[in-house]
């Protein structure tokens, strides 16, 4: 099932849908089993806490759900309330970095963005980096599970454009969590259409230059592995990112558009601009 979330062009409300070939079938009023919440929220994306029963009802209803042409539509980040974005760190097999140093960085889940809403340049002065990867979406709560039991706590997975600002020291800690650094899209591919993450791979464009062409199966630390990692030290929640690590990393301006395919999952295409609230320096 590919799930994605999306506005029609001139609206602002934002709706649930299936993407498929001919466009976006609107499976919003499958929503309406979710219960509403009352403060203290608790952790985690309810609709992926709750996907087994939101897959159900989308299976009822699809087959009369409205088909909306894609180019009518804009669409959002698959998953709207990650409590985390866990990004791995020298991860790839050329990187040489063994496993027992495999690290992660983090992103503000502010810094969420989707398909049709692009990337945004706040400090043009200063170099934006895009980095392609494959995320993993956290289905279930879960805290130091093993590497074998790891992807039974999938819910499903999607393309990442971890953009980061390229660091110096004094802006290492966030230079990840610009607002539209979190990139994903186009959709979510549920767990069991991905029988092996690591069997994926993505090709990169940033116009029409070819950047990157990769297999997930080069990364030091398996998908499993990084879930496992990562659990050790924290527990992950419904909604919980964990990205690949990048490969390819190189700097966009406003004006470009990068385009990341992963066979299985997707084509995001993306655009690059100016932020309105773009710093002025000097």
Not at 68 to 92: E, H, I, M, Q, T
Not at 135 to 153: F, H
Not at 198 to 216: H, I, M, P, Q, T
Not at 241 to 254: F, H, T
Request: aromatic residues 8%; glycine residues 10%.
């Amino acid at each position: 099932m590919r799930i994605c979330r999306f506005v029609e062009l001139g609206s602002t409300v934002q709706r649930l849908g299936l993407l498929e070939e001919g466009g976006v079938r609107d499976v919003t009023a499958a929503t309406e089993i979710l219960l509403p919440q009352r403060w203290p929220l608790p952790p985690g994306d309810q609709l992926i806490a709750n996907l087994p029963a939101i897959r159900a009802r989308i299976e009822e209803i699809a087959p009369a759900a409205p088909m909306l042409p894609r180019d009518l539509v804009s669409l959002l980040s698959p998953v709207a309330n990650p409590g985390k974005f866990v990004c791995g760190a020298g991860n790839w097999k050329h990187h040489g970095a063994p496993l027992g140093m495999m690290g992660f960085m983090f992103k503000a889940s502010s810094a969420l963005s989707g398909e049709g809403e692009g990337v945004q340049i706040r400090w043009p002065d200063r170099v934006t980096l895009h980095e392609p990867e494959l995320a993993v979406v956290i289905g279930r709560e879960c805290t130091n599970v093993s590497e074998a039991e790891a992807l039974d706590y999938v819910a499903g997975y999607t393309c990442a454009l971890d953009m980061t600002l390229k660091q110096e020291r004094e802006d290492f800690a966030f230079c990840k969590s610009f607002d539209t650094y979190g990139m994903l899209g186009p959709c979510m591919v549920t767990a069991d259409e991905i029988a092996d993450p690591a069997a994926l791979g993505y090709k990169f464009w940033v116009n029409d230059e070819l950047r990157g062409e990769r297999s997930f199966g080069d990364l030091t630390g398996s998908f499993a592995q990084m879930i496992a990692f990562a659990s050790s030290a924290m527990t992950l929640y419904p909604g919980d990112l964990v990205l690949s690590g990048a490969a390819d990393v190189a700097p966009v301006v406003p004006g470009d558009v990068m385009t990341l395919e992963i066979p299985g999952i997707g084509r995001l295409v993306t655009a690059v601009s100016l932020s309105p609230y773009a710093r002025v320096v000097g």
